[in-house]
């Protein structure tokens, strides 16, 4: 199992955080950097995150492969 960490926020950044701290604990290793966008994301982040998806799931092809 492989993870990776994206979406928004609102006013701080407690839930990536959280998530992180949950992965960790998991076992679950997180194989690239977070994607946070502050409320909506813009177009760089949107494609960032886009990216970001289409590299996680080479890993995990690479992987099961």
């Not at 604990?25 to 177009?43: H, R, S, T, W």
């Amino acid at each position: 199992i492989l993870g990776a960490i994206f979406g928004s926020y609102g006013w701080n950044l407690l839930a990536f955080e959280e998530l992180k701290a949950y992965f960790e604990k998991a076992g679950i290793p997180l194989v690239l950097p977070n994607v946070q966008a502050k409320m909506i994301p813009d177009e760089e982040k949107l494609l960032e995150a886009y990216e970001n998806g289409r590299a996680l799931s080479k890993e995990l092809l690479a992987k099961i492969s």
